[in-house]
């Protein structure tokens, strides 16, 4: 069975399925804020779509990130370090990316067990 959650027309925000979430790339919704408040609105709505599945970011299989600017990526990481659980760092791939929206700085996508 799959479970898909936040339905839209175009796609849905996370599936869930044999034991795996699926979430939709997340972006800030205030995207007036800087790389590092950008990266932290989009790692707390990871994590309360992760809780809405049942589970948490201890559990991520693989994460990906796609920055507006790669020299982002030391801002990034220093957000990201403070959030990942210490010993339970995913598996992870950053590129530089142009984003459907001029303003995002960030989006990230995750795998996660349940």
């Known amino acids: ?26 972006i800030a919704e ?3 804020d800087s790389i590092c408040g950008q990266t932290q609105q989009v790692l707390d709505a990871i994590d309360k779509l992760l809780a809405e599945a049942g589970t948490d970011k201890s559990k991520i299989l693989h994460a990906q990130i796609f920055l507006k600017d790669v020299m982002d990526f030391e801002a990034m990481n220093r957000v990201w370090d403070s959030w990942v659980v210490p010993g339970h ?16 700085l960030i989006e990230i996508v995750v795998t996660a067990a349940v």
């Open 1 to 26: 069975m799959i479970q898909r959650f936040d339905v839209g027309p175009r796609m849905s925000e996370m599936a869930v399925h044999n034991g795996v979430v699926y979430l939709a790339g997340q």
């Open 89 to 104: 760092t995913p598996p992870r791939a950053t590129v530089q990316a142009e984003l459907a929206n001029p303003h995002w």
């Open 30 to 32: 205030n995207s007036a």
